[in-house]
């Protein structure tokens, strides 16, 4: 089982950034994938990017690509996502996610994933 909490997040205006970070308990977190989705009040979660168990798949959401990056550590338990040129339409809670995934794929649905964070609070003001 994992146990995931992110941090990082906070208010930021645009063009700013923030590195979001998430930490995972258990034994076998590197043969997990992860991947990290968002919120916005009264909006469904919506998928942001998603890495493999060793980090050889990455998937980005079209409207982040090239300012998002995902990255994981598996020694550290822990995996990241930095946040670059951040735009108004970026203001959400971000959650971090991980399901039992020893292979190289990488999962970008809600349903594909075992195990959430408590999500933190990203705010970019105009």
Same mark, same amino acid.
């Given at each position: 089982?994992? #146990?995931? %909490? !992110?941090?990082? /997040? ?5 063009? /700013? ?10 034994? &076998?977190?590197? &043969?997990?994938?992860?991947? +990290?989705?968002?919120? @916005?009040?009264? =909006? ?8 493999? +168990?060793? /980090?050889? =798949?990455?998937?980005?959401e079209d409207s982040v690509k090239g300012r998002f990056t ?5 020694? =550290? =338990? ?12 970026? @203001? ?10 020893? +292979? ?5 649905? !809600?349903? !594909?994933?075992?195990? +959430?964070? #408590?999500?933190? #609070?990203?705010? %970019?003001?105009?």
């Open positions: 089982q994992v #146990q995931l %909490v !992110e941090s990082g /997040g906070g208010l930021v205006q645009a063009g /700013g950034s923030l590195r979001l970070s998430c930490a995972a308990s258990g034994r &076998t977190f590197s &043969t997990y994938a992860m991947g +990290w989705f968002r919120q @916005t009040l009264g =909006k469904e979660r919506e998928f942001v990017a998603a890495i493999s +168990w060793n /980090g050889g =798949k990455i998937v980005y995902i990255s994981r550590d598996n020694a =550290k =338990k822990m995996g990241d996502l930095q946040m670059n040129s951040l735009k108004p339409e970026d @203001t959400a809670v971000y959650y971090c996610a991980a399901s039992y995934a020893p +292979w190289d794929v990488v999962h970008i649905r !809600e349903y !594909e994933y075992d195990y +959430w964070g #408590q999500g933190t #609070q990203v705010t %970019v003001s105009s």
